[in-house]
């Protein structure tokens, strides 16, 4: 994989110098604006690129699940590869991301490769079956993207020094309510800005795309208010929040194939959102290429722990003192 390629460059790994199948990452992980902890497509990207480097080179991955375990800092991150099976036409991998210790984990990762020919072999059509994109899906994945996305605009502010901004644009779509009131759809269209050198970085690709806009998203489309910015405000002033704390439970990207797309002409990004018990939600996104047709498909359950209405209003009142005082100081800015 040459790293001459922005986004490859961008999440590429090195050894460890007398660590046998230990890497750490290039560049410092980047964040969103005010979190200031790693993006988590940062760890199971490079993780997934460090156990790249361990199995033979016709193998891609074929299916990747993650259990995330605590946020990581600014800071580099560093991979254990643990070989648990290699065969002629298959291989297993776990990969351990760690930071300030080799036991102090972030997240860890089990993933299965398989041979590019068995994919590319073929199998009987009656064995073989995938759900065809609606007439609407198809027709949102030839739209071209435009970066309109105010957001975006902020994400270099996220972005540690030396590292390069992430490769890459959305745009928003629209949000369907099902006939399910539980149930809503959302759509996003990516695009990887750089040029991909080959099928292993357009795998690359669409694992680091999974986790972009993922966690968020159930708070969106149910109008649950969660403390960022309003998009285009320039004074980054946060905004109340109905939430305590989130987390990513589990998340699994399964390749419905391994080629014939390129994630640099774009991805379109069907998500389903659904609320379940324990205050749980599961998403179900599928991930399709500028023609329509089905890419991968992602699984992602969080955790959510509400505040009670008497700690929002007191957070609310307690904000909206602090926010006023940030926009006089903006304001004052602004004339000097």
Not at 180 to 204: A, E, F, V
Not at 259 to 265: I, K, L, N, P
Not at 274 to 287: E, Q
Not at 301 to 316: G, I, L, M, Q, S
Request: glycine residues 4%; positive net charge; proline residues 7%.
């Amino acid at each position: 994989m040459a790293d001459q390629y922005e986004f490859e460059r961008s999440v590429s790994v090195y050894p460890v110098d007398g660590k046998p199948n230990h890497f750490t990452s290039v560049y410092r992980p980047w964040s969103w604006p005010l979190v200031q902890r790693a993006a988590g497509s940062v760890p199971i990207t490079e993780g997934t690129a460090a156990a790249y480097k361990t199995v033979p080179p016709d193998f891609e991955l074929h299916c990747a699940q993650v259990q995330f375990l605590k946020a990581g800092k600014n800071e580099a991150l560093r991979y254990k590869v643990v070989e648990l099976m290699t065969m002629s036409n298959f291989a297993s991998r776990n990969v351990f991301v760690t930071q300030d210790s080799d036991s102090d984990y972030r997240c860890v990762l089990l993933l299965s490769f398989q041979k590019r020919s068995v994919t590319s072999r073929g199998w009987p059509t009656q064995y073989e079956y995938t759900r065809p994109p609606s007439r609407e899906a198809i027709e949102l994945a030839a739209r071209s993207i435009e970066d309109h996305s105010p957001d975006l605009k902020m994400l270099p502010l996220g972005v540690p020094k030396g590292t390069p901004d992430p490769p890459f644009l959305c745009q928003r779509i629209d949000i369907t309510q099902e006939s399910d009131p539980n149930l809503k759809t959302y759509r996003t269209k990516y695009r990887i800005t750089s040029p991909i050198s080959g099928p292993t970085g357009q795998i690359l690709a669409i694992v680091f795309l999974s986790d972009v806009f993922t966690l968020d998203v159930p708070m969106i489309v149910h109008s649950i208010p969660f403390g960022p910015p309003i998009l285009g405000d320039e004074t980054l002033t946060p905004t109340p929040t109905r939430i305590r704390s989130f987390a990513s439970l589990t998340h699994t990207v399964r390749f419905a194939r391994l080629e014939g797309f390129d994630v640099h002409q774009g991805v379109l990004c069907e998500m389903q959102v659904r609320w379940t018990k324990g205050r749980r939600a599961l998403n179900t996104m599928y991930m399709r290429d500028c023609k329509g047709e089905l890419i991968a498909t992602v699984d992602q359950e969080a955790y959510f722990v509400f505040k009670t209405e008497e700690e929002f209003e007191r957070d609310a009142k307690a904000l909206k003192s602090r926010s006023a005082k940030q926009k006089a100081e903006a304001a004052r800015k602004t004339k000097l």
